[in-house]
């Protein structure tokens, strides 16, 4: 299969070549892709060097499949030069997600909706996607009715100038800034821009998407957003309004047979997810589970994944494998 990596030389990108090396993805020809001032450079994948081209030229050496992490603009822009050429495509930007016409998709909840025709498929946010693949089965059995998130995110989010930021500040070096205030040693309740509301785009992201990969308008998400000078992954503290009661074993026990789910929760042994221990990993990690006794039938959860893997790359990959498996591509 033909694979073109779109942002190949980007952090993310650099991480989806890493995964599709790791899940050995069945990569025939690779196609690193990335902006006119990155054309001409080599990229590592699998011991051999590839050369990166322009988007143009992706297009004309017709991959199979094209995973996207570009950024919005240049998805906007080309993805529906790929599709148009019968290239599928899997964006991990925020352009096509909350368009009514694209799939929004994490594997282990949606990926049966995909179809042949499907070929601009939208890969959801980072923080989104840890947070829908702990949701779901329990709004399969508790059904949700409220949703409070408070986001603790990892500056790898924001990309390579905001780890460069943090590790100037470290060492006491001034340069280029990629938030409007140190990030060493502090935490900044800003995730994006603020929109017309108050909330962040971060923020609406996690509101909006949720109720579409769950199906569900009716569930009501507030949500908070803060980066912290952290590296490993997103975290974030979770509190859940169900309409029908629970025992905190039994959440345990779904939440410990969910594919892609870690259960870390045992405060005898002081165990639960930290982004320390979730970096490099694939899977989604939940702990200090417990009812919320301030409300009827509500729970609280923390829930923690490395936001390049499961909450970027690992998903895209994920998606493209199912479109391989179930021959949805070409």
Same mark, same amino acid.
């Not at 509301?197 to 998407?209: I, P, Q, R």
């Not at 309409?243 to 005898?268: A, H, M, W, Y």
């Not at 509500?298 to 479109?323: C, F, H, M, P």
């Given at each position: ?13 650099t991480?989806?070549l890493?995964?599709l ?5 069945p ?15 080599k990229?590592a994948y ?6 990166v ?5 992706a297009?004309?050496? $017709?991959p199979d499949?094209?995973i996207?992490?570009?950024g919005g603009?240049?998805? %906007?822009e080309?993805?529906?030069?790929f599709?148009?050429?019968g290239i ?6 925020s352009a ?7 799939k929004l998709v994490?594997?282990e909840?949606?990926?049966t909706?995909?179809t042949?025709?499907?070929?601009i498929i ?5 923080s +989104?996607i840890?947070l829908?693949? %702990?949701?779901?089965p329990l709004? &399969? $059995?508790y059904k949700?009715?409220r949703?409070i998130?408070?986001?603790?995110q990892?500056?790898t989010?924001?990309?390579? $100038? ?9 060492k006491?070096?001034?340069g280029e800034m990629?938030?409007p205030?140190?990030?060493?040693r502090?935490?900044i ?10 909330y962040?785009?971060?923020?609406m ?6 109720q579409?990969i769950l ?6 998400? +507030?949500?908070? &957003?803060?980066?912290i000078?952290?590296?490993?992954g ?14 905190e074993?039994?959440?345990r026990?779904i939440?410990s ?9 045992n405060?005898?042994t002081n %165990?639960?997810?930290m982004?320390?221990?979730a970096?490099g ?7 200090r589970i417990?009812r ?6 509500a729970?609280?959860?923390w829930?923690v ?5 499961k ?6 990959v994920?998606i ?5 498996a179930?021959q949805?591509?070409?």
């Amino acid at each position: 299969m033909k694979v073109a990596v779109v942002g190949a030389t980007g952090l993310v990108g650099t991480v989806m070549l890493k995964v599709l090396a790791e899940r050995n993805f069945p990569v025939t020809e690779l196609i690193p892709v990335a902006s006119e001032r990155s054309v001409g450079k080599k990229v590592a994948y699998k011991g051999n060097e590839f050369t990166v081209v322009g988007l143009a030229t992706a297009i004309e050496m $017709k991959p199979d499949v094209a995973i996207f992490s570009a950024g919005g603009d240049t998805s %906007t822009e080309w993805a529906p030069k790929f599709a148009e050429a019968g290239i599928t495509v899997v964006d991990n930007s925020s352009a096509w997600r909350m368009d009514p016409t694209k799939k929004l998709v994490v594997p282990e909840i949606n990926a049966t909706e995909l179809t042949k025709e499907d070929k601009i498929i939208a890969n959801p946010n980072c923080s +989104t996607i840890q947070l829908v693949l %702990t949701l779901a089965p329990l709004h &399969a $059995k508790y059904k949700i009715k409220r949703v409070i998130i408070s986001t603790y995110q990892s500056i790898t989010g924001t990309g390579v $100038k905001a780890v460069q930021q943090l590790e100037n500040e470290y060492k006491g070096v001034k340069g280029e800034m990629a938030y409007p205030y140190p990030i060493h040693r502090n935490a900044i309740p800003q995730c994006d821009v603020f929109m017309e509301n108050g909330y962040t785009k971060e923020e609406m992201k996690l509101v909006n998407e949720t109720q579409k990969i769950l199906d569900d308008r009716t569930i009501a998400v +507030t949500a908070t &957003a803060i980066r912290i000078p952290v590296v490993g992954g997103h975290s974030e503290s979770v509190n859940l309004e169900f309409e029908n009661d629970f025992e905190e074993s039994e959440v345990r026990k779904i939440l410990s047979q969910t594919p892609g789910i870690t259960v870390q929760d045992n405060i005898d042994t002081n %165990t639960y997810p930290m982004p320390i221990y979730a970096e490099g990993k694939d899977d989604v990690f939940v702990g200090r589970i417990r009812r919320d006794h301030s409300r009827e039938n509500a729970l609280n959860l923390w829930i923690v994944a490395d936001n390049l893997r499961k909450g970027a790359s690992t998903n895209a990959v994920q998606i493209a494998e199912y479109l391989a498996a179930e021959q949805l591509i070409g």
